[in-house]
């Protein structure tokens, strides 16, 4: 008879006597326990073999229970410390036995729970007494635990209730595992001594099989579906960019429109139309990154001069201007943006997309770059979920309203507020959610209605409402996590990104 190579060497190995285990076979054959398995399977669909399953349990000792086979139980310590100072006569003080039993620190603790426990005697008012026919050498869970060392007893032996002290006071452990053995049949027998022979068999068409014409005369190994394979993933979208989509598609749902602009921008857009004074610990607070370019050139020079007015004098008849210097040099350097507000000025002012009228709602959902220090909240680069609405009259309930809708379709409706500080928003909130592990309050974005300082220069003479909210908090609250990096970085955990799915 011709079988395939795999079942005859797993044949020959098996024996109608003794069953034996798969990974014994695999051991001896130097194959991969899969290649074998596959192998018993096709042998036993031919009634060459039978396979049992079996489940068996292993006990094992701990460190600390390994530590007792050598010293001793501390409770049985105790007992002999005990004997000793005459505790089988009359009580005798703790101290003076535990003293005698030279136990220590935890040991003692352990020696003092399980010693009337287990019919050593007694322990009363600070004294010990010592059960005369109490017997250490037949204690139970040191039977057992010098057995295991040997190896000398399997787990189906030991008393339940031994076993489960042990358990209890993790001396040892219990684990499962399961085992497929194999028999031969009379049938497997049979052929074996009628001689098997190993078939040729090729596993994959090759193009010189192809060429050749050889294909026509090898035989093909058979495939076997219900074999465990390897898992592969695919390519995925990462969890952070479903997340980006999933707030876009919300916005628009919501009737926004995207904004679109450069991540490198002139510290104008970035700061100035924002009315930051050049010299405020403001703009530095952001602590950007500068960038070694030329300066940016095209600025619109009405609109530079609007925004430098409003810097010295502020805006209408009772304005206030910052008392400190403004440099139309300043305002060119080019930093990569802090925040994407740096967009909504772009838009605001007209020069993104010509003249807009109110109402408008507009939101981009974009990187921005900020000097942090590296922890479990802070990058980098991260992710701002950033809008605007811009209508006539404009108050704090609407700002809350569209925060409670937005957040509302995440499953978020804890949502807190906390009056804030912006030089460009006056009143302005920040905004915190709930951590739905940790239950800590974590800050997920920052909001306000624009100052007139702002809205004065573009020539908006409505009210804007706007907001940067941090699109990696959003996914912290989501979905539970606890550190950015998990997401992001050499540190991510990549069973979560492969497995994890953002629902729309
Ligand atoms: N730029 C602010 C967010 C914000 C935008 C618009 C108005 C108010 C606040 C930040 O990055 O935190």
Same mark, same amino acid.
């Given at each position: 008879m011709q079988l395939p190579g795999t079942q005859v060497s797993v044949l020959e190995a098996a024996s109608a006597t003794d069953a034996r285990s798969v990974s014994a076979l695999a051991d001896e054959l130097g194959e991969k326990p899969e290649t074998v398995v596959g192998a018993v399977f096709e042998l036993q669909d031919s009634g060459l073999l039978t396979v049992e399953e079996r489940t068996e349990e292993r006990v094992a000792l701990t460190d600390e229970g390994e530590t007792y086979v050598e010293s001793g139980l501390p409770e049985v310590r105790l007992y002999r410390a005990a004997v000793e100072v005459g505790a089988t006569d009359e009580p005798v003080s703790m101290g003076q036995v535990i003293g005698a039993s030279g136990l220590e620190g935890g040991a003692v603790d352990i020696a003092l729970a399980n010693y009337a426990r287990k019919g050593y005697g007694r322990i009363d008012a600070g004294e010990l007494t010592a059960d005369p026919d109490a017997d250490p050498d037949a204690d139970g869970e040191a039977t057992v635990l010098a057995a295991l060392a040997d190896g000398? *007893?399997?787990?189906? #032996?030991? +008393?339940a209730s031994v076993r489960e002290q042990l358990v209890s006071r993790d001396l040892v452990t219990v684990s499962e595992s399961t085992e497929r053995l194999v028999t031969l049949t009379d049938e497997g027998v049979t052929v074996l001594m009628e001689g098997v022979e190993a078939a040729e068999t090729v596993g994959q068409l090759t193009p010189e099989l192809l060429t050749s014409g050889e294909w026509q005369d090898v035989e093909f190994a058979e495939y076997n579906v219900e074999a465990d394979a390897e898992t592969r993933y695919g390519g995925k979208k990462h969890i952070l960019r479903q997340t980006a989509d999933r707030v876009k598609d919300t916005l628009v749902g919501m009737g926004f429109k995207e904004m679109e602009g450069p991540h490198a921008d002139a510290e104008f857009w970035i700061n100035d139309c924002l009315f930051m004074?050049? #010299? !405020?610990p403001a703009r530095t607070h952001w602590d950007q990154f500068a960038l070694d370019v030329p300066p940016m050139q095209d600025l619109p020079a009405d609109l530079v001069d609007r925004v430098e007015d409003a810097h010295r004098n502020g805006v209408g008849p009772d304005g206030d201007g910052y008392h400190s210097p403004w440099t139309e040099d300043v305002a060119r350097g080019v930093d990569l943006?802090? !925040?994407?507000?740096s967009l909504s000025m772009r838009y605001l002012s007209g020069h993104a997309e010509g003249e807009l009228e109110p109402p408008q709602r507009y939101f981009s959902v974009e990187k921005v770059y900020r000097n942090d220090t590296l922890d479990a909240t802070h990058l980098l680069e991260f992710f701002q979920i950033e809008g605007w609405v811009m209508a006539e009259d404009l108050s704090v309930r609407d700002l809350m309203g569209t925060f409670t809708e937005f957040y509302e379709q995440f499953g978020i409706t804890d949502l807190e507020f906390k009056p804030h500080y912006n030089p460009y928003t006056e009143p302005s909130f920040e905004l915190f959610g709930e951590h739905p592990e940790t239950g800590e309050i974590v800050e997920i974005g920052n909001s306000g209605i624009f100052r007139e300082e702002v809205l004065r220069p573009l020539g908006v003479d409505c009210d804007v409402m706007a907001w940067g909210l941090a699109l990696e908090r959003l996914l912290m609250l989501t979905h539970?996590? +606890? #550190?950015?990096?998990d997401v992001h970085?050499?540190? *991510?955990d990549l069973d979560f990104l492969r497995t994890e799915e953002v629902v729309h």
């Open positions: 000398r *007893v399997d787990a189906g #032996d030991i +008393e004074p050049q #010299d !405020h943006r802090g !925040h994407t507000t539970g996590f +606890e #550190d950015i990096r970085g050499t540190l *991510v």
